[in-house]
Nanobody, 126 residues
Framework: QLVESGGGLVQPGRSLRLSCAASGLTSDYFAIAWFRQAPQRERTGISCIRNADGNVYYADSAEGRFTISRDKGKNIVYLEINNLKPEDTADYYC?????????????????????WGQGTQVTVSA
């Protein structure tokens, strides 16, 4: 199971660190990714981290304000968001995939994720 936490109401310009506790996942999973879904918008991928070596990939839209990391011993994947903006308001989800999918430019992708957390809501407002 994947359980997200760390969301809440945050003022613009502040930072936030979301956590994804991946309990029960076997070592066979290929990658864990963070996604978000804003109201009335499609869910989009933000970043992923590959299990075998910790290599990461960021969507272009991440704009350098997002940092994915992990504590492998605790099986937790983090997503830090800096300089939060109102447009970052969304439900944030983590997900895991067992399907190895890479491209020439990405160690992991946002495709073929089959285990999802319930999400954590982030609201950025003054």
């Amino acid at each position: 199971q994947l359980v997200e936490s760390g969301g809440g109401l945050v003022q613009p310009g502040r930072s936030l660190r979301l956590s994804c506790a991946a309990s029960g996942l076997t070592s066979d999973y290929f990658a864990i990714a963070w996604f978000r879904q804003a109201p009335q918008r499609e869910r989009t991928g933000i970043s992923c981290i590959r299990n075998a070596d910790g290599n990461v990939y960021y969507a272009d839209s991440a704009e350098g304000r997002f940092t994915i990391s992990r504590d492998k011993g605790k099986n937790i994947v983090y997503l830090e968001i800096n300089n939060l903006k109102p447009e970052d308001t969304a439900d944030y989800y983590c997900a895991a995939t067992t399907t190895p999918t890479t491209t020439s430019q990405a160690s992991c992708t946002f495709w073929n994720y089959d285990d999802w957390g319930q999400g954590t809501q982030v609201t950025v407002s003054a």
